[in-house]
C-alpha cells in the first residue's frame, strides 16, 4: 500500500498543477484557452482511452513492471514537453505521452490494491486513489516557486526527472498477493467485460461518473484562470499565496475524501454514500460561486468543492466489482474509467468556450452544480434498484 501510494503521488502533478502552468504556456503559446486546455484533455482522455487495454495487460504481467514503465513515460513526457516549440509539440509530449503514462500506473495500481483488499474494495479503492489525489500538494509550491524564478521549461524539466526517480524507487516494492506469481492465477467470479458492457446498468455508471468528472476536471483545469477572474489570485491568506494555498488544500480534501467515503460506503452502501458526497459537491459549488471573490472564502470553499468529488475514483470502482464481480475487473474499471476523459472534454475546452462566449463563470458552474445534483439523485431512485435487480437471483419459471 505504502509502496503503491508513492507511486500514485509521483505521478499526479502533470494532472494538478497543469492550472499552474496556463499562465506561462499562454504567454509562450499565443493561442486562446480552449485551444491550450486541448492539452490538459488529451492527457486525461488518453489516460483513459486505453485503459481498458492496460486492465487487460495488467492481468498478465508483473504489476511492476507495467507500472515502472508508465511511470518512465510520465516522467519523460515532461521532460520532452520542456523542449515543446509548437502547441502540437506541447500536445503529443505532455499531452499524449503523459496520458498514457499516468493511465498505466492509475489502473495498474488501482488493479492491484482491489486484489490485496478483496473485502475492503471501497477504502482499497479509496486509498490508492488518494496517493494521486494528495501527491501534488507535495509539489504545488515548489513549482509556483520554480515557475516565478526560472520559467516553465526548466521546472517541468528538473520535476519530470523528479517524478521518474521517485516512482522508480517506489515501483521496486510493489507485489502481488502471497501465493500468486500473476493475477491471472487468482479465483475470479463474476461478468465477463463482453456481457458487462451490453448492460444499461454499466452505461448508467459510465453516465455518472462523466458527469460528476466533468465538474471536478473543470476546476482541477482552470482553477488559476477562476482566481485571476475573481480577483483573487494575487491575494495571500495568512501570508500565502491564495492560488497555491486553495490548490495545496485541494489536494488535501481530494486525497482524504476517497478512502473516507470508500469507507463509508463499505458501511452504509455504495449508493447512499455517492447521494450524500454528490449534493456536498453541489452545495459547496454553489456557496464557492458566491464567495469567490472572498479570498479566504475562495480557498476554503475550494477545498470542500474537492471533498464532495474525489470520491468517485473510490465508489464507482468498488460499485462496479460489486456488481459484476472480481473476473475481468481490471478490464471492466478499464473501460469505466474512460467516462473521466469524457469530462475532461466536457469540463476543460468545451467550459472554456462557453466561459468565453458568456463571459461569466455563472453559466459553467450552473451545469456543473445541476450535473452533481442530478448524479446525486439517479444514485438514489435509478442505479440502487437496478443493481439489486441484477444482483438478486430471477426465480425460474417452471
Not at 313 to 326: E, N, Q
Not at 347 to 367: E, K, R
Request: proline content about 5%; aromatic content about 10%; overall charge positive.
Amino acid at each position: 500500500m505504502a509502496a503503491a501510494l508513492v507511486c500514485m503521488a509521483a505521478i499526479s502533478s502533470p494532472q494538478y498543477v497543469w492550472t499552474l502552468l496556463t499562465p506561462a504556456l499562454k504567454a509562450d503559446f499565443p493561442v486562446s484557452a480552449a485551444a491550450l486546455q486541448v492539452t490538459f484533455s488529451l492527457l486525461i482522455v488518453l489516460q483513459t482511452l486505453f485503459s481498458p487495454i492496460q486492465g487487460w495487460i495488467s492481468q498478465r504481467i508483473s504489476p511492476r513492471l507495467l507500472i515502472s514503465a508508465g511511470i518512465v513515460l510520465t516522467g519523460l513526457s515532461w521532460v520532452c514537453a520542456s523542449w515543446a516549440q509548437t502547441l502540437t509539440g506541447l500536445y503529443l509530449t505532455y499531452g499524449v505521452l503523459g496520458g498514457v503514462g499516468t493511465g498505466i500506473v492509475y489502473v495498474g495500481v488501482i488493479s492491484l490494491l482491489m486484489q490485496w483488499f478483496p473485502e475492503r474494495r471501497g477504502m482499497a479503492a479509496g486509498l490508492g486513489a488518494s496517493g494521486y489525489g494528495m501527491g501534488a500538494m507535495l509539489t504545488t509550491f515548489p513549482i509556483a516557486h520554480s515557475l516565478s524564478h526560472t520559467g516553465w521549461r526548466h521546472t517541468v524539466l528538473v520535476f519530470g526527472i523528479g517524478i521518474a526517480i521517485a516512482g522508480l524507487c517506489a515501483s521496486t516494492m510493489l507485489r502481488v498477493p502471497t501465493g500468486n506469481t500473476l493475477p491471472s492465477q487468482q479465483p475470479e467470479i463474476g461478468t465477463p467485460t463482453g456481457e458487462v458492457v451490453r448492460t444499461p446498468l454499466f452505461w448508467l455508471m459510465f453516465f455518472m461518473m462523466a458527469t460528476m468528472a466533468t465538474s471536478g476536471l473543470m476546476v482541477t483545469s482552470q482553477l488559476a484562470q477562476i482566481a485571476l477572474d475573481f480577483g483573487v489570485a494575487h491575494l495571500t491568506v495568512l501570508g500565502a499565496a491564495a492560488l497555491p494555498l486553495a490548490m495545496t488544500l485541494d489536494r488535501i480534501a481530494n486525497g482524504f475524501t476517497r478512502p473516507m467515503f470508500g469507507w463509508i460506503s463499505d458501511v452504509v452502501g455504495r449508493e447512499r454514500t455517492m447521494a450524500i458526497a454528490f449534493s456536498l459537491e453541489a452545495i459547496a459549488m454553489t456557496c464557492w460561486v458566491l464567495l469567490a471573490h472572498h479570498p479566504v472564502a475562495f480557498v476554503l470553499l475550494s477545498g470542500m468543492v474537492f471533498l464532495g468529488w474525489g470520491e468517485i475514483f473510490s465508489l464507482f470502482p468498488a460499485t462496479l466489482t460489486d456488481t459484476f464481480g472480481s473476473r475481468d475487473a481490471s478490464r471492466n474499471y478499464g473501460i469505466l474509467y474512460m467516462a473521466q476523459g469524457v469530462g475532461a472534454v466536457i469540463g476543460g475546452p468545451l467550459a472554456a468556450m462557453l466561459h468565453h462566449t458568456s463571459g461569466s463563470w455563472y453559466p459553467v458552474f450552473g451545469c456543473a452544480i445541476a450535473g452533481d445534483l442530478l448524479t446525486a439523485f439517479l444514485a438514489i431512485t435509478v442505479l440502487r434498484p437496478m443493481r439489486q435487480r441484477f444482483i438478486t437471483p430471477q426465480p425460474k419459471i417452471l
